[in-house]
């Protein structure tokens, strides 16, 4: 059995308490992966390092897949986010978040099964922001016939390899005529020219998110562009128990990048008590990708082991706080390693 080597960056806040509880139980699945531990975020500021250490990057490159804690990233001023970052000097321009109901935590919808696939390199996140005079500042909206050409394609040949039957692309193209309005003429075109079998939606946001709160069972996948995404998958997350059961990745034509869709949580950073299912989920995901890269079944094998053990501990009731229930990170973690 091969192990595969893949970067672990703890992150700040929370994340130092949630990837130290995923990794003990991937190791306790036996999960053929051996951990290179390299930091980001103020956690490499700490120790001394930049921001986003050019040697986090090169690990990534080197080694292909990383699991990733959440980074802080100041409010109003400060540094720009590390997150965002690493995903344009790596190129991961699809985020992919599929947002499930879990057994053993009700919410107020049964059956939701959706996936969001983000754009993750363009849009308001180009970082072009001044001030043009006094008391009025501007941010650039940037996009790009090749990246809304390329997230289509992605998005559209996912929902194929995967069996989803219905792409709805959310936008403001009413408004954003000429930005917007080129993200729906490139979804359009790929669904047209490359992917006619699978239905086509478009929906302006504002209605979209009302009908995702209404009914979401009757959205499949859903592509928006960066900030639309990033909104999209919060409230998504909202339908299914919350931040801290929905998982995430960031792909790009090589690498890819798996993190929570929850941030540090500064609220809750340090006590013990963050749920760190959705990371775990997001290694889940890690180790799925390389059974179907690297063609290693022992890797599926693993996360189906996870999967049935967090399914069967929430069905026992073994839940932390944010779900209602009494347990901790690590003994959430040491529920499951039971279980396995
Ligand atoms: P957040 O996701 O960190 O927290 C929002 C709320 O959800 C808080 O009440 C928090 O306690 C709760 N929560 C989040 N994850 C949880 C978990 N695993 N278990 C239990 N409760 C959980 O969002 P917020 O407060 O807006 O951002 C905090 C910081 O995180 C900011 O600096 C932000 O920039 C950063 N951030 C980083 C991300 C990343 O690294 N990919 C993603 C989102 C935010």
């Given at each position: 059995?091969?192990?595969?080597?893949?970067?672990?960056?703890?992150?700040?806040?929370?994340?130092?308490?949630?990837?130290?509880?995923?990794?003990?139980?991937?190791?306790?699945?036996?999960?053929?992966?051996?951990?290179?531990?390299?930091?980001?975020?103020?956690?490499?500021?700490?120790?001394?390092?930049?921001?986003?250490?050019?040697?986090?990057?090169?690990?990534?490159?080197?080694?292909?897949?990383?699991?990733?804690?959440?980074c802080t990233t100041p409010v109003g001023g400060g540094f720009t986010s590390v997150n965002v970052q690493l995903r344009k000097k790596l190129n991961l321009y699809a985020a992919v978040?599929?947002?499930?109901?879990?057994?053993?935590?009700?919410?107020?919808?049964?059956?939701?099964?959706?996936?969001?696939?983000?754009?993750?390199?363009?849009?308001?996140?180009?970082?072009?922001?001044?001030?043009?005079?006094?008391?009025?500042?501007?941010?650039?909206?940037?996009?790009?016939?090749?990246?809304?050409?390329?997230?289509?394609?992605?998005?559209?040949?996912?929902?194929?390899?995967?069996?989803?039957?219905?792409?709805?692309?959310?936008?403001?193209?009413?408004?954003?005529?000429?930005?917007?309005?080129?993200?729906?003429?490139?979804?359009?075109?790929?669904?047209?020219?490359?992917?006619?079998?699978?239905?086509?939606?478009?929906?302006?946001?504002?209605?979209?998110?009302?009908?995702?709160?209404?009914?979401?069972?009757?959205?499949?996948?859903?592509?928006?562009?960066?900030?639309?995404?990033?909104?999209v998958s919060d409230l998504c997350a909202g339908l299914v128990g919350g931040l801290g059961v929905v998982p995430g990745a960031n792909i790009g034509d090589e690498l890819a990048v798996?993190?929570?869709?929850?941030?540090?949580?500064?609220?809750?950073?340090?006590?013990?008590?963050?749920?760190?299912?959705?990371?775990?989920?997001?290694?889940?995901?890690?180790?799925?990708?390389?059974?179907?890269?690297?063609?290693?079944?022992?890797?599926?094998?693993?996360?189906?082991?996870?999967?049935?053990?967090?399914?069967r501990a929430l069905a026992d009731g073994r839940k932390t706080r944010d779900l209602g229930g009494d347990l901790g990170t690590e003994a959430f973690a040491d529920a499951l390693i039971?279980?396995?």
């Amino acid at each position: 059995m091969s192990v595969h080597q893949a970067v672990l960056i703890p992150g700040d806040g929370i994340g130092p308490e949630v990837t130290a509880a995923a990794k003990r139980v991937l190791i306790a699945a036996e999960a053929p992966v051996a951990w290179m531990e390299r930091q980001a975020g103020i956690a490499a500021l700490e120790r001394g390092r930049d921001l986003m250490p050019e040697e986090t990057i090169e690990e990534i490159r080197r080694c292909g897949v990383a699991l990733k804690g959440p980074c802080t990233t100041p409010v109003g001023g400060g540094f720009t986010s590390v997150n965002v970052q690493l995903r344009k000097k790596l190129n991961l321009y699809a985020a992919v978040r599929p947002v499930r109901n879990l057994r053993g935590v009700p919410t107020r919808f049964d059956g939701v099964d959706l996936v969001i696939i983000r754009e993750n390199t363009e849009g308001l996140y180009s970082g072009v922001e001044n001030q043009v005079t006094d008391g009025v500042v501007m941010s650039m909206k940037v996009a790009t016939e090749v990246a809304c050409t390329r997230i289509a394609r992605w998005a559209f040949r996912y929902a194929n390899r995967r069996g989803r039957r219905k792409v709805t692309v959310f936008h403001k193209a009413n408004i954003m005529k000429v930005t917007d309005g080129l993200f729906l003429r490139c979804s359009r075109m790929i669904h047209e020219q490359e992917y006619p079998n699978i239905e086509y939606q478009e929906m302006i946001i504002d209605a979209g998110c009302m009908k995702l709160v209404q009914d979401p069972t009757q959205f499949d996948l859903l592509l928006l562009e960066n900030l639309y995404g990033d909104v999209v998958s919060d409230l998504c997350a909202g339908l299914v128990g919350g931040l801290g059961v929905v998982p995430g990745a960031n792909i790009g034509d090589e690498l890819a990048v798996f993190e929570a869709v929850h941030g540090s949580a500064p609220d809750i950073a340090g006590k013990g008590v963050a749920n760190p299912l959705a990371l775990l989920m997001s290694a889940v995901m890690m180790l799925n990708h390389l059974a179907d890269t690297c063609k290693d079944e022992s890797c599926r094998a693993a996360a189906e082991r996870i999967k049935s053990a967090y399914d069967r501990a929430l069905a026992d009731g073994r839940k932390t706080r944010d779900l209602g229930g009494d347990l901790g990170t690590e003994a959430f973690a040491d529920a499951l390693i039971e279980r396995l």
